[in-house]
């Protein structure tokens, strides 16, 4: 059973973030009633090919290669942010203008402004701290997306900011990188 459904408006921008770029753009042709119609379909046949009796459960080869590559990224990049490297943090989103962060109230968009926003946040090493990742769920959605759920947790001298996160994993051809990062603070 899943452990959330999503809502009309997190069905749109996943089935939006399927069209790869440069494609023509769901929204502009297709209503959102039927987007969100479309949306339910696909997640009722999805539901009802899992819940069948003796339905596989078990993950394939690919995908369990596929969620230790990405997992390899996030590792690359927390041992780059606890060494004091964005730059090799930055590594593991794609070097794209359609990369994407978004926090708090603010969206920001292209892989250079998105490290610009860490470079202003994070202009010190006592401002990093300790990035660690946690309770990671990785779901692989094709052969070239993935979806990973997670938390955040900073150690400073003096605080311990946390949150969680959703990741939006392309496969390119530098490998599995992040095109859309959406954190929150706790």
Known sequence: ???????????????????????????????????????????????????QPGAAQSKSDYDIRAADAIKAVMNAQAAAWNRGDLEGYMDGYDRSTNTEFVGGDTITRGWQTVLDRYRKNYSSREKMG??????????????????????????RANDEPHGTFSLLFRKTKAGWRIVHDHSSSA
């Open 1 to 51: 059973m899943p452990r959330h459904i999503p809502n009309h408006l997190e069905r749109l921008h996943f089935l939006e973030s399927m069209v790869p770029p440069g494609a023509i753009q769901l929204r502009r042709f297709m209503k959102p009633k039927l987007l969100n119609s479309l949306a339910l379909v696909l997640w009722l046949g999805a539901v009802s090919v899992c819940s």
């Open 130 to 155: 300790v990035l660690t990742f946690s309770d990671l769920e990785i779901t692989i959605l094709s052969k070239d997306a993935a979806l990973v759920l997670g938390r955040w947790h900073l150690k």
